[in-house]
């Protein structure tokens, strides 16, 4: 992967370093938090669930934050928070402790994924926008894996000095990507609306009816890093390293694939398209999964390797049609709002993906597994159609060319 230049270099060289921490305290998260921070595993989930919350309720209000009060300042202000609020990790000493900390993280972590969305926008050319998500996806997932490795010596060690460690270590890589893009050009300022509500994304309902497909659609994420490994353990003979093997496959995938991907993506007809893809093949995926639960030896691997690889790339084609669809659907200057509304759907998605698919997959089995991968079919064929609707009620042209006005919602 050859490294850009312009703003997309020092995008994809702080997304590099913060996700190398990010994936340092992802490894280690749970393990700090109840065995080092004093917190039960129920605690945990519970504690994890609303700071979730929080950060989902919160995109949108950060998201009209970064479009007035400029993007990259939002942005950099919202790593310098995380940070701080990282290295008081290192306080915690109870479920309470553990909020009061968590709790404006969220805040600034939606703070900080919906500007640097709207910095996309602003520092790159509308027919660049989806490449540049492409790109910046595919290093996430190296630098993911980079600092889950390095996080397992810490694990191995399991002192509290390492995990005392590994915090400040991801503290110090939102410094970093904080400093890195501070050098980018300001984003320039929207101006207050004169009349008419400030979050309009949240009144924009063709927008929002893609959100809510897109989230459905997300659910597949939860698939993948929950039901399936639940799958191959207790519903099929496959050996459990198998597991292992598909999540480096799928992380590989990703790193190579996700530009190639994006391909037809820039503008959102051509991104509803993509949905649509992806809904068929999670489809594909989902009966794949459920054949691989009748199989035996050989065939179970075969089954499962195939349905994992077909899984992959519909999570490229969806990743790629939600950057087109969100970049596109925005008027210029409410890319922050957009941005962080499009991100309540996959929260959303996300949040209730692990009981939704370990009930139907892993509960009902095969027939569960086919209902979940219609449902996909279903909300990834309804996208031309409700991009469609979206389209016909916006006064302005999208597109690298076409200036944009205020739209209007229906």
């Known amino acids: 992967m050859r490294l850009p230049t312009g703003p997309l270099r020092l995008l994809v060289l702080a997304t590099l370093v913060n996700t190398l921490g990010n994936g340092l305290w992802m490894a280690s998260s749970a393990l700090f938090l109840t065995r080092s921070a004093g917190l039960s595993i129920g605690q945990t989930g519970v504690a994890l669930t609303v700071t979730a919350l929080v950060c989902m309720v919160a995109s949108a209000p950060m998201g009209y934050l970064a479009d007035r009060g400029g993007a990259r300042g939002v942005l950099v202000a919202g790593l310098i928070a995380l940070a701080a609020g990282t290295a008081a990790l290192a306080l915690v000493g109870s479920v309470w402790t553990f909020l009061l900390v968590a709790v404006p993280m969220a805040i600034a972590d939606a703070a900080q994924r919906a500007a640097k969305g709207a910095v996309i926008a602003g520092a790159v050319p509308a027919d660049k926008r989806v490449h540049t998500r492409a790109y910046l996806r595919s290093v996430t997932n190296v630098g993911i894996a980079a600092g889950a ?8 060690l399991d002192t509290r000095a390492a995990y005392l460690a590994l915090i400040f270590g991801n503290a110090i890589t939102y410094l970093a990507a904080a400093a890195m893009l501070s050098r980018l050009a300001p ?27 897109d989230g459905l659609l997300s659910t597949h ?3 993948f890093e929950v039901a399936l490994p639940l799958w191959i353990a207790h519903r099929t003979d496959a050996p459990r390293w198998l597991i292992a093997v598909l999540f480096l496959t799928n992380t590989t995938v990703v790193v190579l694939f996700q530009v190639r991907a994006a391909r037809g993506t820039d503008e959102p007809r051509g991104a509803a398209r993509a949905a649509r ?6 489809f594909a995926a989902c009966a794949l999964y459920a054949l691989s639960g009748s199989a035996h030896h050989g065939v179970t691997i075969a089954l499962l390797v195939a349905g994992a690889l077909t899984h992959v790339g519909a999570e490229l084609w969806h990743s ?29 998605g996300q949040m ?15 027939p569960g597994w086919i209902v979940l991968g219609a449902a996909f079919a279903l909300a990834g064929a309804a996208m031309p159609a409700v991009v469609g609707w979206a389209l016909r009620h916006r006064p302005f042209v999208t597109g690298p060319d076409h200036a944009a006005t205020e739209p209007a919602t229906a």
Do not use: E
């Not at 490795?149 to 191995?156: I, P």
């Open 187 to 213: 984003v320039p300022r929207s101006p207050k609306r004169a009349d008419g509500p400030r979050l309009i994304a949240l009144r924009d309902r063709p927008f929002l009816a893609f959100v809510a497909l």
């Open 149 to 156: 490795a390095l996080a397992g010596v810490g694990l191995a």
């Open 221 to 223: 994420f939860g698939l």
């Open 352 to 366: 209730l993906a692990p009981f939704v698919v370990t009930t139907l997959a892993v509960g009902w089995g095969g």
């Open 277 to 282: 893809r992806a809904g068929l093949a999670l």
């Open 320 to 348: 790629a049609s939600g950057w087109g669809i969100s970049f596109g659907l925005a008027p210029p200057d409410a890319h922050g709002q957009y941005q962080g509304a499009y991100a309540i759907g996959m929260q959303l």
